[in-house]
């Protein structure tokens, strides 16, 4: 089965077109204040009325209140929302939409407990854990840490770029790979080569 690639922190329209041609499954558009890749909806809406058919837009929330999660779901086409906080499963299912639950790996944390309280999620992002950061941090984790068998595809990310796809890829067998700063010149500004040979690694890897 083809591994997919999910890139977030779009903040630019020309950079998710380019990643669209270049045939990623879907971006990520970081509704966090905090993040230095943090979109506008005025920035969000330009950029997803310019991608192409059949490109997932994915939204990503940090422990953010219902009433601005709401607001944005009826300004922004979103496909897909990532939960990358605290966030408990009731919170996740109040919009009746397809999400992602981001767990931030560390020793002794119970992911497979944690996976089976996301039950219904679409996905379980898995990141690196980081004292006071909600993820975006560009550092790798312990894949060790990844129990062999979990009961939702499991999406990779934390530390991720065109040098290590092939080495995660073997370690993890991910349903998908998820990367920002790895094919980034600056924060929030993708770098279209680093994009394209990120996309070029997983589509060559060969089990």
């Given at each position: 089965?083809?591994?997919?690639?999910?890139?977030?922190?779009?903040?630019?329209?020309?950079?998710?077109?380019?990643?669209?041609?270049?045939?990623?499954?879907?971006?990520?558009?970081?509704?966090?204040?905090?993040?230095?890749?943090h979109?506008?909806?005025?920035?969000?809406?330009?950029?997803?009325?310019?991608?192409?058919?059949?490109?997932?837009?994915?939204?990503?929330?940090?422990?953010?209140?219902?009433?601005?999660?709401?607001?944005?779901?009826?300004?922004?086409?979103?496909?897909?929302?990532?939960?990358?906080?605290?966030?408990?499963?009731?919170?996740?299912?109040?919009y009746?939409?397809?999400?992602?639950?981001?767990?931030?790996?560390?020793?002794?944390?119970?992911?497979?407990?944690?996976?089976?309280?996301?039950?219904?999620?679409?996905?379980?992002?898995?990141?690196a854990?980081?004292?006071?950061?909600?993820?975006?941090?560009?550092?790798?984790?312990?894949?060790?840490?990844?129990?062999?068998?979990?009961?939702?595809?499991?999406?990779?990310?934390?530390?991720?770029?065109?040098?290590?796809?092939?080495?995660?890829?073997?370690?993890?067998?991910?349903?998908?790979?998820?990367?920002?700063?790895?094919?980034?010149?600056?924060?929030?500004?993708?770098?279209?080569?680093?994009?394209?040979?990120f996309?070029?690694?997983?589509?060559?890897?060969?089990?």
């Amino acid at each position: 089965m083809r591994t997919r690639v999910k890139i977030c922190g779009f903040t630019r329209v020309d950079d998710a077109v380019a990643a669209a041609k270049l045939g990623v499954d879907a971006i990520g558009l970081v509704f966090y204040s905090a993040s230095p890749r943090h979109v506008s909806i005025t920035q969000a809406q330009a950029i997803v009325r310019a991608l192409p058919a059949f490109t997932t837009v994915v939204g990503l929330f940090v422990d953010e209140h219902e009433t601005m999660i709401r607001d944005i779901l009826a300004q922004v086409p979103l496909d897909c929302l990532q939960f990358h906080g605290d966030e408990p499963p009731a919170a996740c299912r109040l919009y009746g939409r397809p999400y992602l639950k981001a767990l931030r790996i560390k020793p002794g944390m119970d992911v497979a407990e944690l996976a089976a309280s996301y039950h219904d999620a679409t996905g379980l992002l898995l990141d690196a854990y980081h004292d006071g950061a909600k993820g975006g941090t560009g550092q790798c984790f312990d894949w060790d840490l990844i129990p062999a068998q979990l009961p939702l595809p499991v999406i990779l990310a934390g530390g991720l770029e065109p040098g290590n796809v092939e080495t995660a890829l073997i370690a993890v067998r991910p349903y998908a790979l998820d990367v920002s700063s790895g094919v980034e010149s600056a924060k929030g500004v993708k770098d279209p080569a680093k994009m394209a040979a990120f996309i070029t690694a997983v589509n060559n890897f060969k089990i």
